[in-house]
Every structure is written in C-alpha cells, then in structure tokens.
C-alpha cells in the first residue's frame, strides 16, 4: 500500500518535473479513440505537441521526443465540454443588505452606469475570474476539459467566457471572451424597478430599444457633430450593440416551456441570436427552436423529488410528477426534432451530468449524439467547433481519457489533457480505508459541536439569516438548516477533532442543488463555508443559549 | 358541508390536465333542439344553432349539417353565449410592479401562463373570454390582454388579435397603501387620493409633452427622433381614443376625479372596475359612455368597500349605463351565472339584461361584442350548454366550446378521471417520483385555504380589489 503510494508520488513528480521543462509532446498508443469527427479508431495513436494535436490514427507516426503512454484498455474522447457553468468565479464581497433602494455603490462593484445593479450588460467574466488549482481541480477530474462560465446574478447576467480547465493565468486560459450575453427572466434585489416579471420584460425592451437609439445617435453623430446634441457615452447601452446586431449571441436562461416561449418571442422581437440555456421543457416547443435556429444548452440537472415521505402532505401534482418522467426524454426529442443541443451541469453535480447523460440514452438518445453534446455541439454552439471538439490534426489538445464506458457506471477518468498539458488521475481508493489500514482503533477525540445555532449566510448580494440545528451523537451529525429557503436537513454529517461537516440539498428557483457545508466552533461561536455549485459562500453566528 | 363538497370538486378538477383538451377540426357542428338564450334577442325554445368554421352561420328549427357534422343533443338544456369576465388576473405569472406608481410599459401579455388550471375551471363554469388586467397597486398599472380560454393551445393562440389594447388605471386604498407596508420599503408617492389624481395628470402631461416630441420631429422640426418611451407610448394611445381605460375604484368621489380627468385631456374612461358606489353617480357616468364592472353583491372587506349596495347592478341600469359583473377571482369565475341571477333578485333586472351582464356587455365594454358575447348569425360560436336555466343553483355546464370547438365537456371529464388515476399510479412508481429514503426536505404540508371574505388572504394577492 505504502511502496504504491510512493510510486504514484513519483509519477507525479516526474510528470510535472517533464511537464514543466521539456514536455512539448505526449503520444497516447494503442488507445481506442473517439475521434466524434469522424469514424472511431479501435486501436490508434494520438501525438500532442505544443498544447495541439498534431497527429491522429491508427497508424500516426510516434516521434522519438514524445512522452509515450500506452492506451491499452483506454478509450480517448475530446476534451469534454460544460456549456454552462459559473466555475472559476469568487463569490464577490457580500453587498448591502437586501431592501431599500440602492445605497452608494458597493466598494467590491463600483460602477459608474446608469443602471442597477443586475441590468449592467457591461459586466465581464473574465473580471470576476481566478485562476488557480483549486477553483477547477475537481471538475476537470471529472473529465471536463472546457467550461462556458458566466456569474448568475441579476437580469443580465453580463458577457460569459469559454475557459480550458488548466493555467497559470486566466488570459492563458480563456478559449473565448466575451461569448455571449446572457438573461435571467428575475427580478431585481430589493424593490426598485423591475421588481416583478412584468417589469423584467419591459425593463428589458427599454433598454434594448435605447441601446438601438444610442447607436444610431452615435453613428449620426460620428458622421456630422455640427448642430447635433452629443449623445451619452452609455457603456450599459453600448455592451447591448452587438447582441443588436447580430454578432454576439444571447443565452437566455429558460426551463419551463413558458419560459422558452417568451424567450424565443423576445429574440424573435429584437432579432437576437439566441441560446436557451437549462431546456428543461424544450421538447415541448422543439418545432419552435427549429423553426427559429435555437440551439439549447440542455441541463443535465434532472428533477427528482426531495421531500420526504408524509402522510399530512397534498399528493404532488400530476404536472410535477409528469415533468420528472418527461425530463430525460427531452434529449432525444431534440435530437430528433433537429434541435441542436449540448449537455449542461445545470447546477447539479458532474456524477449527475453523467448519471443523467446515460439516463437519456436509455429514454432514446443515440448514444453517439450524447458524446457529441458533450463535445463537438458544444464546441458548435459556442462557435469554436474549429479549434475544439473532435480529435482532429491541428485542433487544441483537450482530451479526456477513460477506463471503462463514458456513460457507463464503472469507469474511471484516467487522463486529462488540457492545451496539451497533463493531468494524471489517482485511481479511486477501492474501498474507503480506515486511517489505520483496516484495523479499527478507538474513536479519536471528536469536537463538540451540538445545538442551535443563529447564523448569517453571505450570499452575493443578501445575508441570509437561518437556524442551523446540530444533534450530535459522536462523530455522526443530524439535524437541520433552516432558512427563508425552506429546511434542509443533515445528510452524512460528521464530526471530527477539527469541526463538522456535512452535505445536504436546497431549493431555489426551482432547481435542486447540492450544497455541502463545514464548520467550526469555538466556544459559542459557529463559522464556516457553504459549498455550492454557484461558489462558496461563508456563514458565521452564534449558539442559542 | 357546503364547503367539504367544493373542496371535494376542486380537488377532482385539480388533476385535470391540459393533455385533455377536446378540440376537433373545425368542421360543422350542429347543436340541435336547445332552449337558446341569445342575450341578445330573447330566448328561443326548440331552436338549433349551425356553426360553420367556428362561426354560427344559421340559428333556427330543423336545421340540417353535413353529414359529418358533429351534433350535440340540447333537448331540455339551455345555451347561451360564453361568459365573458371583463376583471380578472388568471393566467398571470406577476400581477403587480409594485416599483412605480406608473407602469404603464409592462404588459401582462409577458407573462400569460396557458397552463394555468384555473383556466380550465373557468371553461368548467361556461367562462370562454376574460379581460386579463394588471394589479391595482399603481394609479397608472401595466397594459391588459383580452383572451379567450384556449386551454391547451399555445399561448399565442388565447390572445384576441382584434381586440381594442387596454390598461390598468386604480385610485384609492390599494394605490395609497392604506391597508399594507411593504417591509423594508421605503413609502411611495402617491399617499393620498389627491396624490393618486396628481400623478395621473403629470403622466397625461409628460404623455402629451412625449407626443408633441414625435410629431415635431415627424413635422421635420427636429433632427434627432426623441426616444421610443414604452411608460409614455400606452399613454398617449389612450388621449388618441385608441386603447381602453380600465379604472379600478370604490368610492364615487373618486371615479368622479377620474372622469373629470378624462374628460380634461379629452378622452373617455372604457370601465370603472368594481364600482361599489357607482350608483350614487349613474348619471354623470351614463352621460360619458362609460361602463361599470362591479361584483354582485360582494363588499365590506375594506372601509373604502362598505358603502356597497346590492342594488347597484340594477341602479346603474335603469340609469342606462353599461353594466357587467366580473369576478376578479379564480374561484367566483366559475359561477358567475349565480352572480348574474342574484342582480334580478334585487331590483328586478329582467333576465334578459341580467344575462347580458355577464356576457354581451363585457363583451362591449372590451370592444369584443362584434365577435362574441351573443348568439347571434355571424359571430364566433362561443357557446355553453347548460343542464337547466343558468340561474339556476342546480345548472351544471355540460360543454363549453370557443369558436366551435370544444374545450369543456363534463362527460369526458368524468370518463377521464379513472384514467389519470392510473396514469398518477404509474408515474408515482418512478424513481424520480418517489420520495427519497431517508434524510429528505419536508414536505409542503396543506396551508390554510384561502377564503375570498377575509382581508388578510388579499395580501397574498398583492392587493388587487
């Protein structure tokens, strides 16, 4: 056990002693490959030099410089790809408390718009971006290679990037930025305008009315100053020019079959290039995302219901069981409607995208079409099918290599290649050791963690306040999270020397998400963070007496 | 007992979903031998109704159809136009932007919901067209939608293309916010009636200001096109005669400062909605040509509300003003033929007239009545048919069809039950449906059901009344 751990630290090292000095070129041999371009390679080769593929097949040359691998039992795919995530974006610093009208501006977010907060098209990813191993070790673990991020705050969510999941920097990680804008249909904190649905639609066609305006003015203006009045220098207004005119493309974020239809009725209005994201209904008006063009970036967060079991409870609505049958068939309706589709994390976790990917293939998807929304129509849609999503000569060296099936329940990302850089998975520990090595010793000495606990939670934008009540029995945590949100209660909880955690689900919005939270305590004092598929968020309070 | 049984209903309705709609192509349909209550003229006996392409094309005895016509045996029941609501907030996913006290750049047709089961409760109780209007938070709210209940069809399809475009106008408590804080909120203009008024004549002034920016730059005066303002645009439609006002108020004081208002900036208010004190003011509202949309007999939930009388229906038209009886709710919507029959009781509303309240002249007063709101050759066959009279307590609404086809029928549902029991069954024994083993969210637990009659349920209504 040990002399294995000392050689998988000595691959490591080795690796990256290669990987930084000299490594300007890997060849993977005898590897099953998944080119998606074309036909599949049972038994070929693959040669990456200076973050590109620079050949491919079954007979690629291997040249004497390359790191070589043997692919025996392996299968490459291209790097998998995330349409939709907000990866790589810290939670920004907590703002005013929720109500009132805006005070000053924010010190985090100071910004000189017209605008709210929450309708400043203007905002960039790449600003709130961080590089950094810990931001993407455990997605790209999960064989992700590229993400499309993008915060999620507000009306306009503001101008997403494309980013490989590997670099010392984020210009050296940015595949593409800005790639499109993109909408919530939500309200804004607080209770200035919009605060309603309503508002949020007319808001909307204000501003997109003004940014047309604005640009004739300025062209007007440009062409002939004399005797005409200077238009404003608007930046919300300008960031919305290209959504206009066609050369930026707008994600608007739609999952009920309602929201779709208004979705594609606002494109329709302003001539948007548009991109659903989430599609939970989308089969429901297939004939219309065909008709007009509309690619969707289909969520793989499936719904499942949550609640537990109650004899007081009003049995759900047919509605909401119907939509959870229906779900995973939505892929296959796409695909056979003719809408292009690629997959999404949707805020669930990768072992649910994966989970969910092969559920669509068992409600109809062809299988090969599953690959590709994961790779060359995501690759398509966000308008880089030329340098990324296939196994091509000359295209970037993303590559994810897997033991097993891809969408089967028994395989293991064993590789991952990033512009050409390598990430050498650790095989899962077969069983979950004791830390003895299977002998069990006595308990080790566990914090005291009981009771309840008033805490605040610094969501961007609002502090949440909640009751976390912690019943401890040893190292094992029950109880609850209460919040606004509704109860969530403990699962796996468990106590250490150093503190707790635990992980659990929540509600909002509609969309289940997987949180999981660890914390401390020291006298009467609970601190902490609260993982979620949005970024972390802290928490601190204090014990009820 | 009364209430175990609605409860029982509605939850038997509850679980009708929008998979059963009974549309067929539109080919004829004959309605054969039926006691036709035209609200228009007078009631027919032993009379059939030819409908063609959605339209009536002939009403009359022995009428012969295609051989392929579908024929529905009235013999002993009753039909009469569909109900049409000119007050209500079905199908809306926001009532209210509460922000500004003028919103007249939202439409409620951003955020119509076709899906809404109450719609279908509705076509269940003979409603076939309803005047879908913002909340009443805002002296000047958002633009209305005119639909017809489509159920099943895209949203697209609900909306009556050649209806006149209304909106929201709404004065007194809810405006002001007697009744309700909004935590947190800082308190809005307007605070006081008088505010209310001022606030509507600085909008018409801007909206004039607005109007006279474009035709000057029209007129070639100017050189840059002023801004596209989507508050002012509603505005100024409505000084040019060409949208509706649908004003919301209580006391007479009031709807009097509204039509002065009006009759300042020279246009005319399409309805006052609600109207519990109309009747001290009939005639000052017969002269302007204005029309009344009031409750039956529903009042006193709060003080602005308690100088109702029952008698109101009947006041306003002796004094020849066009009165209709609205709902402003899911739940009166769906028996509004009741509410119809209480006006004849008080004050001896002929049953003619009593009838036309709820159908032609809400049709009228949404300048849909050249389509629907009547049986009459030529218009749309918006048709229900009704077990007995209509005012009867015992009446039942046995089919409802819009255009000719069928969105409503009381057999099918029936028949249908079992068959969404099953579906339920089996939908239930999915992974996805099932509940999780141990450590889930609680469940929603039934809350307190609403009821109409008490103050505190409005608040979950953003304050519409």
């Known amino acids: 056990m040990k002399s294995k751990f000392i050689l998988f630290a000595l691959v490591a090292i080795g690796s990256l002693f290669v990987g930084s000095a000299f490594a300007q070129s890997y060849a993977v041999t005898n590897a099953r490959i998944v080119t998606v371009s074309g036909e599949n390679i049972e038994k070929g080769s693959i040669v990456i030099r200076d973050g590109l593929i620079e050949a491919v097949g079954a007979n690629a040359k291997v040249p004497a410089d390359a790191r070589i691998f043997d692919g025996s039992g392996l299968t490459v795919y291209p790097g998998l790809i995330d349409s939709l995530t907000s990866v790589g974006i810290s939670a920004p610093a907590p703002r005013s408390q929720a109500g009132g009208p805006q005070p000053q501006a924010p010190p985090a977010a100071t910004s000189n718009s017209n605008y709210a907060e929450g309708l400043r098209p203007e905002d960039m990813t790449i600003n709130d971006l961080k590089a950094g191993e810990a931001q993407f070790e455990a997605i790209r673990n999960a064989g992700f290679t590229t993400v499309l991020t993008v915060g999620r705050n507000g009306i306009f969510n503001g101008q997403s990037a494309v980013i490989n999941l590997a670099g010392d920097s984020v210009s050296a990680m940015v595949v593409k930025s800005p790639f499109a804008q993109h909408i919530t249909f939500t309200t804004l904190r607080g209770f200035g305008y919009p605060n309603s649905l309503l508002g949020t639609f007319s808001a909307l066609r204000q501003m997109m009315l003004d940014a047309q305006r604005l640009q004739d003015l300025q062209k007007m203006y440009d062409a002939n100053p004399k005797g005409m009045k200077r238009p404003d220098d608007d930046k919300s207004l300008e960031a919305l020019f290209p959504v206009l005119n066609g050369s930026m493309p707008v994600v608007l974020n739609a999952n009920s079959e309602n929201e779709i239809v208004r979705a594609l009725d606002l494109a329709k209005e302003f001539k948007l290039k548009a991109i659903i994201a989430g599609g939970q209904e989308a089969w429901k008006v297939a004939d219309r995302l065909k008709a007009q063009n509309v690619p969707v970036l289909l969520s793989l967060n499936f719904p499942k219901r949550t609640a537990s079991a109650s004899p007081e409870a009003d049995p759900e609505s047919l509605e909401t069981l119907r939509l959870r049958a229906e779900t995973p068939k939505t892929a296959a309706k796409l695909a056979n409607a003719g809408v292009n589709f690629a997959f999404q994390t949707g805020g669930g976790t990768t072992s649910d995208f994966f989970a969910n990917a092969s559920k669509s293939v068992e409600n109809g998807l062809a299988k090969d079409a599953a690959i590709r929304a994961m790779t060359l129509n995501a690759a398509q849609i966000l308008g880089l099918s030329d340098r990324l999503g296939t196994i091509e000569t000359g295209k970037i060296a993303n590559l994810t290599v897997v033991r097993g099936d891809i969408l089967g329940k028994e395989k293991t990302i064993t590789h991952v290649f990033v512009d050409g850089k390598l990430f050498e998975q650790k095989e899962p520990p077969k069983k979950p050791a004791t830390p003895s090595g299977g002998t069990p010793t006595a308990q080790p000495a566990v914090a005291n963690v009981g009771g309840n606990y008033t805490i605040s939670i610094d969501i961007p934008g609002q502090s949440l306040t909640g009751t976390m009540a912690l019943t401890q029995q040893g190292a094992v945590l029950t109880g609850t999270l209460q919040t606004q949100l509704g109860t969530s209660p403990i699962k796996d909880g468990k106590v250490t020397a150093e503190g707790f955690s635990y992980s659990s689900t929540v509600e909002y919005g509609g969309t289940t998400f997987d949180i999981f939270v660890k914390g401390t305590v020291t006298g009467n004092q609970i601190s902490g963070t609260i993982d979620s598929p949005q970024g972390t968020i802290p928490f601190s309070g204090t014990k009820n007496p | ?465």
């Open chain 2, 1 to 465: 007992m009364r209430k175990l049984f609605v409860f029982l209903l509605m939850i038997s309705i509850v679980s009708i979903s929008p998979a059963i709609v009974f549309a067929q192509s539109k080919t004829e349909v004959l309605v054969k031998n039926a006691t036709v209550m035209t609200a228009a003229k007078g009631t027919l006996e032993n009379t059939d109704i030819l409908i063609q392409n959605g339209k009536i094309t002939k009403i009359g005895k022995n009428l012969k159809a295609a051989a392929n016509a579908q024929i529905f045996d009235a013999s002993g029941k009753f039909v009469t136009p569909g109900i049409v609501d000119a007050h209500s907030h079905t199908m809306l996913d926001a009532i209210n932007e509460g922000s500004f006290s003028v919103t007249s750049m939202t439409n409620v047709r951003d955020v119509l919901n076709p899906h809404d089961i109450a719609i279908y409760r509705a076509l269940a109780g003979g409603v076939t067209s309803a005047n879908l209007l913002h909340g009443s938070a805002n002296s000047i709210g958002g633009q209305n939608s005119t639909v017809k209940f489509k159920y099943g069809k895209p949203v697209e399809d609900f909306v009556i293309a050649d209806a006149p475009p209304g909106i929201k106008f709404a004065m007194g408590e809810n405006v002001k916010r007697s009744n309700f804080q909004i935590q947190g909120q800082t308190p809005r203009y307007p605070r006081t009636r008088m505010g209310v008024v001022e606030t509507m004549r600085d909008a018409f002034l801007r909206a004039k200001d607005y109007k006279q920016a474009w035709d000057d730059y029209k007129a070639k005066k100017t050189k840059v096109p002023p801004r596209k303002d989507l508050e002012l645009e509603p505005l100024v439609e409505i000084l040019e005669g060409k949208r509706l006002v649908h004003a919301h108020g209580y006391r007479s004081d009031e709807h009097l400062n509204l039509l002065l208002l009006a009759d300042e900036f020279g246009f005319k208010v399409a309805t006052l909605q609600h109207g519990l004190e109309a009747y001290k003011i009939a005639p000052e509202i017969a002269k302007r040509g204005t029309g009344v949309s009031i409750f039956a007999d529903y009042w006193g939930y709060k003080l602005e509300a308690y100088d109702a009388i029952p008698y109101n229906a009947a006041i306003l038209w002796k004094n020849g003003v066009l009165v209709s009886i609205n709902s402003d709710s899911d739940e009166r919507m769906r028996r509004l033929n009741i509410d119809a029959a209480k006006v004849m009781k008080y004050g001896n509303v002929p049953e003619e007239e009593a009838l036309k309240m709820i159908t032609f002249n809400p049709a009228k007063q949404l300048g849909i009545d050249k389509r629907t709101g009547s049986i009459e050759v030529g218009k749309d066959a918006d048709l229900v048919i009704w077990s007995e009279h209509p005012f009867s307590p015992y009446a039942r609404v046995e089919t409802t069809m819009i255009e000719g086809e069928v969105y409503f029928d009381r057999n099918k549902d029936i028949a249908k039950r079992a068959e969404l029991e099953k579906e339920r069954t089996e939908l239930e024994k999915l992974d996805a449906n099932k509940a999780p083993g141990s450590g889930g969210t609680p469940p929603k637990v039934p809350g307190e059901k609403r009821i109409a009659d008490r103050d505190d349920a409005d608040q979950t209504d953003g304050g519409n009344r």
